[in-house]
């Protein structure tokens, strides 16, 4: 797995591994926290650390160097398994779940453990569920599982009583400002700064929005709602790609209407905001950004979204004094 590391969580990591070494450390953890926040690269740790043979003796990270970290590095430790969802969007069915724990029950051939790695947990089937459950109950001496999931509260409860819970938020703003800023050196404070809101604080995914150029998409799309609000003409501005792309767009517009609402409370906030803000007749976002949302909802149904658009761009244009 090729995530950057994410230095807020070395802390974590290194206190997982001193109880692993103390044994102390659940057999079943649920790993769990938004999006972005490096819940994969903690459970890539501390499944390297399992199939690592020497970490005893180095300081708590796994070794990098022996049989074991050499396979693992490679994704071909023949003593982990990962199961995701056969697609996404899709259900781990129980036939997924039933094949990992024949191999977990299986003699470790490298390494000392056998490491399950379950990413999107919460995406089991409930009969998938169940099938984890014996091996929940009483996991044999050697065995780990790890259970990854930003949405635990759909985990079944009976699944999540008995994993010890691994809570990750995202980290101070500071530390993610300086992490973003460490591997997106291009990128300006004010670009960084937005990458961040778009992510709620969750740098991992602002790297990703950073890099896939959304965060530029983002700007261009506030560019477009201040000129609509200054008298630009509408169908000048929903050319056919907010259409097509409605998929971003929506998303974007229900973000720019969140912050438009926080704008006056932030004398930061982008000047664009703040001038729509001053400009507004009104301070009640809340229908504008639920037909937007709605709009995200019917992403995949087949409706034209450039004809769903221009109704909420006119009442978007309707509510600024120009
Ligand atoms: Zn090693």
Redesign the pocket.
Known sequence: MSIVAPHWLEPKASHLIGQLRDEQLGHALLIQGPIGVGKHWLADQLSNAL?????EQ?TGS?????Q??QLYQNGTHPDCFYVEPPEAGHHILVDQVRELIAQLMLTPSVSRYRVGILTLAESMTEEAANALLKTLEEPPNDVWLLLVSHSPQNVLPTIRSRCQGVVIAPPAPSLAMNWLQEHHPDGDQKTLELALRMSSGAPLLALEKLTNGLVETADEVLERLHALASGSDIQANLDQTWGDDASTIWPLLAFWVSELARAPHEPSADPRLIDLSNRAKSSDWSSLWSAALNGVSLVGSGRRHDLLMTPWLLDWTSRFKT
């Open positions: 199939a690592c043979t020497q970490w180095t796994p070794c990098g160097q022996c074991g970290c």
